[in-house]
């Protein structure tokens, strides 16, 4: 119904004499944002500040020993003096090059392999029981094998985290590939798509999300053995940093190391994150 109130004048028709305006409520979001909903935006911060004034108690009340624990302040200020003398962004930056190189390489591999298991029964009665083999090991369980066979050189690194991200990859595209109706392949030849716009246009765009999310996982993987492997096997990066600090037995230099791989592990989630969300729009797909 209208909001307009129209009344008849006689001799002149139908006019507009009064117009009975509804007030118009605004959306609480555009007002600045819901107190509930300001409140749930803030719920992930809870713990981490929780966890912070935990922190800061037992550094002020002595609970723990400060050569154990040291203060948030006293890690604050290494952070700084880490990162305005530039140790910090170099460690960061050789340990985030080693992880591209092995994102690069191992999930694109992983993609293609698991796209063969997917759509051929034959490859995956052939190659499925090898692959299950080599993905029960963890891939630092190969270091002592690849020590030996290439050194303790980039090369190690970078075949380490190639296979971390290979299998969760790989694992996920089979599985996409598998989670795809064959009614979707039916439409395709119904429109006359080639194979190539089919697999583009209709079964890419229906495997983006457990393929991404296998993906997320591969680089939360590819992080722990990234530091680990730089741990054990490293002069440099944010996991040597680490074992540095420990050797000096300074734990704020810890600290710090652990802050920054847990950053830089946030910041990958959420471009890979974009990434999804940019790739379904291209796709066509606003889900």
């Given at each position: 119904?209208?909001?307009?109130?129209?009344?008849?004048?006689?001799?002149?028709?139908?006019?507009?004499?009064?117009?009975?305006?509804?007030?118009?409520?605004?959306?609480?979001?555009?007002?600045?944002?819901?107190?509930?909903?300001?409140?749930?935006?803030?719920?992930?911060?809870?713990?981490?500040?929780?966890g912070?004034?935990?922190?800061?108690?037992?550094?002020?009340?002595?609970?723990?020993?400060?050569?154990?624990?040291?203060?948030?302040?006293?890690?604050?200020?290494?952070?700084?003096?880490?990162?305005?003398?530039?140790?910090?962004?170099?460690?960061?930056?050789?340990?985030?090059?080693?992880?591209?190189?092995?994102?690069?390489?191992?999930?694109?591999?992983?993609?293609?392999?698991?796209?063969?298991?997917?759509?051929?029964?034959?490859?995956?009665?052939?190659?499925?029981?090898?692959?299950?083999?080599?993905?029960?090991?963890?891939?630092?369980?190969?270091?002592?094998?690849?020590?030996?066979?290439?050194?303790?050189?980039?090369?190690?690194?970078v075949?380490?985290?190639?296979k971390?991200?290979?299998?969760?990859?790989?694992?996920?595209?089979?599985?996409?590939?598998?989670?795809?109706?064959?009614?979707?392949?039916?439409?395709g030849?119904?429109?006359?798509?080639?194979p190539?716009?089919?697999?583009?246009?209709?079964?890419?765009?229906?495997?983006?999300?457990?393929l991404?999310?296998?993906?997320?996982?591969?680089?939360?993987?590819?992080?722990?053995?990234?530091?680990t492997?730089?741990?054990?096997?490293?002069?440099?990066?944010?996991?040597?940093?680490?074992?540095?600090?420990?050797?000096?037995?300074?734990?704020?230099?810890?600290?710090?190391?652990?802050?920054?791989?847990?950053?830089?592990?946030?910041a990958?989630?959420?471009?890979?994150r974009?990434?999804?969300?940019?790739?379904?729009?291209?796709?066509?797909?606003?889900g």
């Amino acid at each position: 119904m209208s909001d307009l109130s129209v009344s008849r004048v006689p001799g002149q028709g139908a006019a507009p004499l009064a117009r009975s305006a509804r007030p118009v409520h605004r959306p609480a979001s555009r007002r600045g944002g819901h107190p509930g909903r300001l409140a749930f935006r803030a719920l992930p911060w809870l713990t981490p500040l929780a966890g912070l004034l935990l922190w800061q108690l037992a550094a002020q009340f002595a609970l723990v020993s400060g050569h154990i624990l040291p203060a948030p302040s006293r890690v604050f200020a290494t952070l700084l003096e880490l990162a305005q003398g530039g140790e910090l962004w170099s460690a960061a930056r050789i340990s985030l090059w080693r992880l591209t190189v092995g994102l690069l390489i191992g999930a694109p591999l992983g993609f293609l392999f698991g796209l063969l298991l997917g759509a051929s029964p034959r490859a995956e009665d052939w190659l499925g029981p090898s692959f299950r083999a080599i993905a029960a090991v963890p891939a630092l369980g190969w270091i002592p094998v690849l020590i030996l066979l290439v050194g303790i050189d980039e090369a190690l690194k970078v075949i380490i985290l190639i296979k971390a991200c290979f299998v969760p990859v790989a694992i996920a595209g089979r599985d996409a590939w598998r989670a795809v109706p064959a009614r979707y392949a039916e439409l395709g030849r119904v429109l006359g798509l080639s194979p190539a716009r089919q697999l583009w246009r209709i079964q890419l765009p229906a495997m983006v999300p457990t393929l991404f999310s296998g993906l997320r996982l591969a680089s939360g993987q590819a992080f722990v053995s990234l530091v680990t492997c730089e741990m054990l096997a490293a002069t440099d990066g944010l996991g040597y940093l680490m074992v540095w600090g420990r050797t000096l037995f300074q734990m704020d230099l810890v600290i710090v190391g652990m802050i920054a791989v847990g950053a830089a592990g946030i910041a990958l989630d959420r471009l890979l994150r974009g990434g999804e969300r940019a790739l379904r729009a291209r796709m066509g797909d606003d889900g």
